[in-house]
């Protein structure tokens, strides 16, 4: 009983909370991670939070897990700025593997950059300032691994991993068929993800992908109708606590039958028409669209970043620097390469460079 209590406290301390068996998520501001262990005790880390968040994710792991005990892997549902910001120092300090969908790749080797934020969807201070955010692709340096074709997850074998495009290209979500959970990246979030309020308030609903970060409409509709046919009994999220039971299957199938009207934003540049990508990353955009956002709206949107930005600083801990965790760190050592294949996708990620004349790092 000591132990489940210290557990908890722990928890608690690190913005962590419970998903399933096996499961944890940590929130770091206003977006989820995932801890996942396996039978055996090995456990891998999915996504990689905010940039600066690297300290945090490592003492969670370490009292959870114990030091010196490093995941078997990092597993990417997609590499939006808020899913990978702690990615580089992270792979540094353990020494391990990231896997990602093969149409992910340009954003984390510096290829391509996304297609750019929308802020004219509204619906929010997250969409208003949407225009603000990070939009340059990362460039990962060490060992980057494709997901294998046959649905399989290394390092998790209880689990499968499914193609669910439209919040970017290769996004992925990951399955546990016999306890039905279901860690669904940004395909769909349990709360309003425009709102900066709703981050604040946690108030939980099953809504579409981030209106202001999905380039492809048609394709995110199809994403959740997969997942919905899935029936997951619980469903952990890239934003919003997790969600399970009857509230869920009932929010979801809502969500999947009435796409449309629930998740489409009646206006922005995507909605007429996709950003085109491939293998190399953006290959064609529809047209900008003005934003005429009131003046008044803008700032009630920074007023509410400035809020999640006290939100955050409240629960920050003293901490090392992420190079004195380097340092102390057992093992640690200089980046290792290894060649990822895909498919017909087949290139030495590791040691991949981009001439920054070619990348297409900015848009109109």
């Known amino acids: 009983m000591q132990d489940q209590i210290s557990n908890i406290l722990r928890q608690k301390q690190h913005s962590c909370f419970p998903v399933a068996q096996g499961v944890m998520g940590m929130e770091i501001v206003f977006v989820n991670?995932?801890?996942?262990?396996?039978?055996?005790?090995?456990?891998?880390?999915?996504?990689?939070?905010?940039?600066?968040?690297?300290?945090?994710?490592?003492?969670?792991?370490?009292?959870?897990?114990?030091?010196?005990?490093?995941?078997?892997?990092?597993?990417?549902?997609?590499?939006?700025?808020?899913?990978?910001?702690?990615?580089?120092?992270?792979?540094?300090?353990?020494?391990?593997?990231?896997?990602?969908?093969?149409?992910?790749?340009?954003?984390?080797?510096?290829?391509?950059?996304?297609?750019?934020?929308?802020?004219?969807?509204?619906?929010?201070?997250?969409?208003?300032?949407?225009?603000?955010?990070?939009?340059k692709p990362i460039t990962f340096r060490g060992r980057l691994e494709t997901l294998p074709a046959d649905g399989s997850v290394p390092f998790m074998p209880e689990w499968k991993?499914?193609?669910?495009?439209?919040?970017?290209?290769?996004?992925?979500?990951?399955?546990?068929?016999?306890?039905?959970?279901?860690?669904?990246?940004?395909?769909?979030?349990?709360?309003?993800?425009?709102?900066?309020?709703?981050?604040?308030?946690?108030?939980?609903?099953?809504?579409?992908?981030?209106?202001?970060?999905?380039?492809?409409?048609?394709?995110?509709?199809?994403?959740?109708?997969?997942?919905?046919?899935?029936?997951?009994?619980?469903?952990?999220?890239?934003?919003?606590?997790?969600?399970?039971?009857?509230?869920?299957?009932?929010?979801?199938n809502d969500l999947a039958r009435l796409f449309d009207q629930l998740a489409i934003p009646s206006k922005g540049r995507y909605v007429p028409e996709p950003a085109v990508t491939n293998t190399s990353g953006v290959v064609q955009l529809p047209p900008n669209v003005s934003n005429t956002v009131p003046k008044v709206l803008a700032t009630a949107g920074l007023v509410a970043l400035a809020g999640l930005a006290t939100y955050a600083l409240t629960k920050k801990r003293k901490s090392r620097t992420n190079s004195r965790i380097r340092r102390t760190w057992p093992g640690y050592g200089g980046n290792a390469m290894h060649r990822s294949s895909y498919g017909s996708v087949s290139q030495d990620h590791a040691s991949f460079s981009t001439d920054p004349e070619n990348a297409t790092n900015n848009y109109p």
């Open 33 to 135: 991670l995932y801890y996942v262990e396996n039978p055996d005790k090995s456990w891998v880390l999915i996504d990689a939070g905010l940039y600066g968040s690297a300290d945090r994710i490592r003492k969670a792991a370490e009292d959870k897990f114990g030091k010196g005990n490093p995941p078997k892997a990092i597993l990417l549902t997609h590499g939006h700025f808020d899913h990978v910001g702690a990615l580089q120092t992270l792979a540094d300090i353990w020494q391990v593997p990231v896997y990602a969908h093969p149409l992910e790749l340009p954003y984390l080797t510096g290829l391509s950059s996304y297609p750019p934020p929308d802020s004219s969807v509204g619906g929010g201070g997250m969409a208003y300032l949407s225009f603000m955010y990070p939009k």
């Open 161 to 252: 991993w499914l193609e669910t495009p439209g919040h970017s290209p290769g996004h992925v979500s990951f399955f546990r068929e016999h306890d039905q959970v279901l860690i669904v990246g940004d395909a769909f979030v349990t709360r309003k993800p425009e709102s900066a309020l709703a981050v604040l308030t946690q108030k939980q609903e099953v809504c579409g992908p981030p209106a202001y970060f999905t380039p492809d409409w048609e394709a995110a509709r199809a994403s959740v109708q997969k997942l919905a046919d899935l029936k997951p009994a619980i469903a952990a999220s890239g934003h919003g606590l997790p969600m399970h039971g009857p509230d869920l299957r009932q929010g979801l």
